[in-house]
């Protein structure tokens, strides 16, 4: 079960990685935020198969927080662009 884990990181890794490119290089704010959306999912799974591999709390703590933080980082995103439309 541990390499099991251990593959699905390493998955996930590539995967932040690859969202990273589009955060640098996007052709778009909006590209952009996907993106950033796309790392704080990957992280909260990452944290969540630590938690899987160590039983570790901690991890379990840290991924709850990075759940809200993208969600405000979403909503402040819709908020400022709105407000820079004149909406």
Do not use: C
Request: aromatic share 6%; hydrophobic share 65%; charged share 5%.
């Amino acid at each position: 079960m541990n390499t099991y884990l251990g593959l699905v990181a390493l998955v996930l890794l590539a995967s932040l990685l690859a969202g990273l490119v589009r955060v640098i290089r996007g052709p778009a704010p909006e590209a952009r935020l996907m993106a950033g959306q796309l790392l704080g999912t990957t992280a909260v799974a990452i944290l969540l198969v630590l938690w899987g591999l160590t039983g570790q709390s901690a991890f379990l703590d840290v991924a709850m927080v990075f759940a809200i933080l993208a969600a405000v980082a979403l909503i402040a995103f819709v908020a400022l662009s709105n407000q820079g439309a004149g909406r």
